[in-house]
């Protein structure tokens, strides 16, 4: 997770471990996830939920994170786009992006 505060704005971007570095496709859509944008720091549910809950905006991308967020009812489940896994073609990965 990183958390970028500028202004009165803070932006958390969250990604699953397991989809650093991917290079994510859907339809003419292309996503690279990088760690520079998404950050380094591990963190738990908890901590992910808590900076969520004061943030302005967040990018967020990965199965788990995104399970998270719609359980919490934090994003909507019709918000997420669906990516191909290039690691496995039967599992989509989630991204979405929310704005306070």
Known sequence: MKVIEQRSEILVAACDKDVVNLE???KDVKIKVSQKFYGNELVTEKELLDEIQRCTSANVIGVKVIKLLVENRL???DAVLWFENPSDQK???GHAILIK
């Open 24 to 26: 994510l496709f859907c």
């Open 75 to 77: 994003i909507h489940k």
């Open 91 to 93: 599992k989509k990965i």
